[in-house]
C-alpha cells in the first residue's frame, strides 16, 4: 500500500512539475513572438500527412525560414525529412524510447535551431508529438493550440476510449474521411462522441491524400492563434 501511495504521489509531483517547465516554455514563446502548434496522435493517424498539407498552405503566406517543424520520433527522421523537402527550419528529436517528448526535448530543439533570438524570426513552429495517443497528452510543451489527430481506419470509438486526450485538445481533426464509406465508419458518431467528451474544440474533417479539409484547419489554428506576420 505504502509503495502505490508512493508512486500517485510521485506521477503527481511529476506532471506539476511537468507543467511548470511548460509555462517557461510558453513564456519564452510569446516573447519571441512566435505560434506554437502541437500535433498529436496514435502512429499511423496520418499527423505528417496533415502537416504536409499545412506547411504546403502556409507557404502562400509565410516565407520557409518564418516556420519552423520539430518532429519527435523514437527513431529514425522520416518524418522530418518528408517536412523538410518545403523548404522550412527543422529538427529531429529521436527519445530513444520515451514515449513522449517533454519540455527539454524542445528545448533541446530550440537551441539547435539557433536558440531563442532565432525564434523571434519564426511566425510558426509546428510540434509533431511520438505517435502516442496516451502519454504525450499528459506532458504538455507550452503550445498555444493542441491539435489532436485521429483518423477512421482506427474505429469510430477512438474518442471515448481516450477520453482524456480528447478533452484536453484545442482542436480535433478527423483524417482519411475520403475511406470512411469504404469500410463503414459512421462519422457522425465520431463527431457526437468528440463532442460530448470536448464541446469547445472545433471538429476538422480532413483527407491528407485529398487534400479536402486542409483550408478549414488552417483557418481555424489561424484564428485560435493568430501568428504575427513578420
Do not use: W
Not at 19 to 39: H, I, N, Q, T
Amino acid at each position: 500500500m505504502a509503495s502505490t501511495k508512493l508512486v500517485k504521489f510521485i506521477g503527481r509531483d511529476v506532471l506539476s512539475e511537468n507543467a511548470k517547465l511548460a509555462e517557461r516554455l510558453r513564456r519564452l514563446y510569446d516573447e519571441a513572438g512566435v505560434k506554437v502548434y502541437e500535433f498529436l496522435g496514435g502512429p499511423g493517424s496520418g499527423k505528417t500527412s496533415v502537416i504536409e498539407r499545412l506547411v504546403e498552405r502556409m507557404l502562400r503566406d509565410f516565407k520557409p525560414d518564418e516556420i519552423a517543424y520539430i518532429g519527435g520520433d523514437i527513431a529514425t527522421t522520416l518524418d522530418t525529412e518528408r517536412i523538410a523537402k518545403y523548404g522550412v527550419r527543422h529538427v529531429q528529436i529521436n527519445t530513444g524510447g520515451t514515449c513522449h517528448l517533454e519540455v527539454p526535448h524542445v528545448e533541446a530543439a530550440i537551441k539547435a535551431l539557433g536558440g531563442p533570438e532565432a525564434l523571434r524570426s519564426l511566425s510558426i513552429m509546428i510540434i509533431e508529438n511520438v505517435g502516442n495517443l496516451i502519454c504525450p497528452f499528459n506532458f504538455p510543451l507550452g503550445a498555444h493550440l493542441r491539435v489532436m489527430v485521429a483518423d477512421v481506419t482506427e474505429g469510430e470509438d477512438k474518442f471515448i476510449k481516450h477520453p482524456l486526450s480528447t478533452r484536453v485538445s484545442d482542436v480535433i481533426v478527423i483524417n482519411k474521411i475520403d475511406l470512411a464509406k469504404y469500410i463503414g465508419v459512421d462519422l457522425d458518431k465520431m463527431i457526437s462522441d468528440a463532442r460530448s467528451l470536448n464541446p469547445r474544440a472545433p471538429i476538422i474533417l480532413v483527407s491528407a491524400r485529398t487534400g479536402e479539409g486542409i483550408e478549414e484547419l488552417y483557418q481555424t489554428l489561424l484564428r485560435l492563434a493568430p501568428p504575427a506576420r513578420r
